[in-house]
């Protein structure tokens, strides 16, 4: 097959193929009454595919030049000057939290003991990390009908041990920032936005428009299938802040001090020559940990597919878009028994989801029950509330482990009667018709 070719003629001749594959087998099929509506999905084509194979041809199982392409791309993209992809969006979360424990921070490091504030009414893993490193989440209820912080009660749940805020972007939909970052200015908090669901969000503050994920110290993503973009797994922390970068980068990468690229000794020039804390004088940098970090790097082969989705993002972002306006107007005329979504004022959300909260006397249960037997996906909003959670047994008990500032009604109204369906760039407006209609026969 390759006889008398060149490698780049092979390489060519392989990725020409790869590309009719996926236009023939892996093509989108049109929706048909009946077929299964999920809430999310990859969204490809032959370019996805092609650039996968060719970092696979190469054979660069780690980090390399599509990881640094990706993230300098991303770091454009966003605004920022930097940025570092890992292995998931959680672990986006736990870095971009474990870099504010750095002792680097000097009097601004978190220690244990420390609180942290942010909600209940969250993904697990913006939470986690806090938990695990012995620091104190401090939950403040959130506001119906756009589910982040309610930021009329924040600034009573800080005490003298409050470091940080830690939230995300709910659904897409941009927390008041410019009230969260006066709090943290106002008591020298650092500011991290768990960004994985609002890739493409923007908000406008001082009459400044900006992305998402970069108001704050750190800002992270996801790529997971669902997300705004993917790579399959895989995530990213970002920030403008010289000495977070080398932090996220050491604790990302071993927790080790040297700065070389993966396959690359001796950058800076300094390999056997410097003193690092008991160590022999001029001991191998390359073997030289100033954190007690990790390995969460991501692959070539999946940053090789980020680099394509990357270019699609602004179009998936005004799909989402359109998709949300499409189904509010469809089922605009429900709200006397449904809550639909609302924006955070000067934002424009990229949603990853149509949030609705039945009123009382509507059953959610109902509803979801008739949407699932109908073939269209639903989902909840995340854990709910966290704290009712199995994992929360082990220290239900603890009142040193976490905080509650007043009470979490909203919370727990959500918990109840919430649940959210997809507006992701793959629905059709036979689609978000199809899921109007079942929402409505449900409700009555």
Known sequence: MFENMSEQQARKKILKEVAEYAEKFHSSKPYEKGDKINYSGRIYDRKEMTLLVDSALKFWLTSGEYTDKFEKNLAEYLGVKYCSV??????????????????????????????????????????????????????????????????????????????????????????????????????????????????????????????????????????????????????????????????????????????????????????????????????????????????????????????????????????????????????????DKLILPERCENSDPSWFGFLITCKEGVSRDKIVSHLENNNIQTRMLFAGNLIKHPCFDVIRSDKSAYRICGNLENTDFIMKNSFWIGVYPGMTDEKLAEMANRIIEAVG
């Open 86 to 335: 890992v292995n998931s969006g959680s672990s986006a979360n736990l870095l971009a939290f474990m870099a504010l424990t750095s002792p680097l921070l000097n009097e601004r490091a978190v220690k244990r003991g420390d609180e942290i504030i942010t909600v209940a009414a969250s993904f697990p893993t913006t939470v986690s990390p806090i938990i695990q490193y012995g620091a104190v989440p401090v939950f403040v209820d959130v506001t119906i009908p756009q589910y982040n912080i309610d930021v009329e009660i924040l600034e009573k749940a800080i005490s003298k041990k409050t470091k940080a805020i830690m939230l995300a972007h709910t659904l897409g939909n941009p927390f008041n920032i410019k009230a969260v970052k006066n709090i943290c200015k106002k008591y020298n908090l650092w500011l991290i936005e768990d960004n994985c669901d609002a890739l493409g969000s923007s908000y406008t503050l001082d009459g400044v428009k900006k992305y998402t994920g970069t108001f704050g110290d750190i800002g992270t993503s996801s790529f997971y299938p669902p997300h705004h973009i993917t790579m399959g797994e895989g995530g990213a922390v970002y920030t403008d802040n010289a000495l977070l970068h080398k932090i996220v980068r050491s604790l990302r990468d071993w927790g080790r001090d040297c700065v070389c690229p993966s396959g690359v000794d001796n950058f800076c020039k300094h390999r056997f020559d410097g003193q690092y804390g008991e160590l022999p004088k001029g001991y191998d940098h390359k073997y030289v940990y100033s954190h007690f970090g990790y390995n969460l790097k991501a692959t070539d082969l999946q940053c090789a597919i980020g680099c394509a989705q990357l270019e699609k993002l602004s179009e998936f972002t005004e799909r989402r878009k359109e998709n949300f306006a499409k189904l509010y107007k469809l089922l605009e005329g429900a709200q």
